[in-house]
C-alpha cells in the first residue's frame, strides 16, 4: 500500500481547506500582524527607556559628605571624582589620621548615593526585561 500525499492538491483535511500559509503566523500573510514585531518594538522602547537612564545617571552630580559636612566629595554617576572640599578646621598637621578617615568616609558616602541612584533609576526597568522569563524580572 502506497500514500501518495500529492495526489491532490485540493484535497482537505478535516474540514481545512486553504493550504498551510507559514507566513500567517510570522506575519506577511493573511495571518494579521507579525507577533515578533511587537516583541521588538517592546525590546526597542526598553533599549531607549534604559540609555536613557544611563544618561541621566551619568549626568548626575552626587555629593558625599562626612564630619557633618567639613569634608565633601562631588562625583558623578559614573564613579568619577570631580572635586573634593575640605573645611580648614579640620586640617590639623598633628592629627592627619582625622582627616584621612573623614575624606573615606565621605567617599563611600558618595558611592552609597550613586548606588541608590542608579537602582533608582535602573530598577523600574529590570522589572520589565524579562517578560515573565524566569530570572529576568517581570
Known sequence: MSIDCCADPGATLDGVTQPFDPSALFGGGQGG???????????????????????????????????????TVTGNGTGEVTAVSIDPKVVDPEDVETLQDLLLGAL????????????????????GLGGGIPGLGG
Open 108 to 127: 563611600a558616602d558618595l558611592s552609597q548615593k550613586r548606588e541608590q541612584l542608579t537602582t533608582e533609576k535602573m530598577g523600574p526597568l529590570a522589572g
Open 33 to 71: 500582524e507579525n507577533p515578533m514585531a511587537g516583541l521588538l518594538a517592546q525590546a526597542q522602547q526598553m533599549q531607549e527607556k534604559l540609555l536613557s537612564a544611563q544618561n541621566e545617571i551619568a549626568a548626575a552630580e552626587i555629593v558625599g559628605s562626612a564630619g557633618n559636612g567639613l569634608v
